[in-house]
């Protein structure tokens, strides 16, 4: 049993439920929260160059965390800061992944950790510069999967991933973002000399039923149906139709998006003369 699938012994015995994902925190997990953080922000590295207060300082601002620099004879700082979040959750989270943002934390990989033995739904960007929400293991597999090539597809994914699912989610850059994959790697299968081709021109195309693309599951057509889900943006729409897209709509396209992407990779998506 590994340390990610290791359960208290009274759930294993029956005795006890198991713990659930939580968008709080417990009173010992904010503890610990605030060890992390006390860490970062020089409680226990005397003698460091570090520039502790201007991190201090910077998060504070970003955050909109008032501090007073005529107490901290009284009340240290970091103290001040601690004190802001001790009891506020959300704002705890803006505090942990303001950190983050800064790009000069010391250890990522336990507040990584604690989020996870606190059942957060919160963990550590792979980058160790955000927080980002938790998805189902095979959703994760899938993205990770269709991100394993260093390529622009696979920026796109990523941006679109961070936007959907990071503390401050923006659901119309995911949308865009994950339509962008789509179309870097569709646009060269289906319109491959159309320089101005959108994902909008590659539906209109496929729904025409073209000959020159090879679906692994249908038609041209059938693929066709399937992106047109995804266009356009909602946000993008002209005049009194444009709207704001949903949470629920946003995920479905960028997990549409990662299917598609991988489904390219794996050769279920082709043109027809790269057939063997």
Known sequence: MSDTEWQRLS???????????SERFSPPATRSLIYWLEGEFGYRTAGAKRDFDGLMLSV?????????RSRTFEVSLPAQLIN?????????????????????????????TLLGDASSVW?????????????????????????????????????????????SP??????????????TVLVPIVAPNNTRATLGTVTVE????????????G??????????????????HGGDSSRAPLEAETSAVVHLAVTVVQWVRAGAILRADELN
């Open 206 to 217: 496929l729904e025409k039923g073209l000959k020159s693309v090879v679906f692994a599951l």
């Open 123 to 167: 963990t550590v960007r792979d980058d160790g510069r955000a927080l980002i929400r938790r998805v189902a293991p095979t959703a994760d597999q899938a993205y990770r999967a269709a991100t394993s090539a260093a390529d622009q597809a696979s920026a796109e994914l990523t941006e679109a991933w961070n936007a959907m699912y990071g503390v």
């Open 170 to 183: 923006n659901y119309s850059d995911a949308w865009d973002h994950a339509i962008k994959a789509m179309e």
């Open 60 to 68: 504070a601002l970003m955050c909109d965390i008032e501090i007073d």
């Open 84 to 112: 802001a979040v001790s009891r506020d959750d959300d704002l705890m989270l803006d505090l942990l992944d303001a950190t983050l943002a800064r790009g000069v934390v010391n250890d990522s990989g336990t507040l990584r």
């Open 11 to 21: 759930v294993r015995e029956g005795k006890r439920a198991a713990p659930v994902l």
């Open 219 to 236: 038609p041209a057509r059938a693929l066709g149906a399937i992106t047109r889900l995804a266009w356009p943006n909602p946000d993008r």
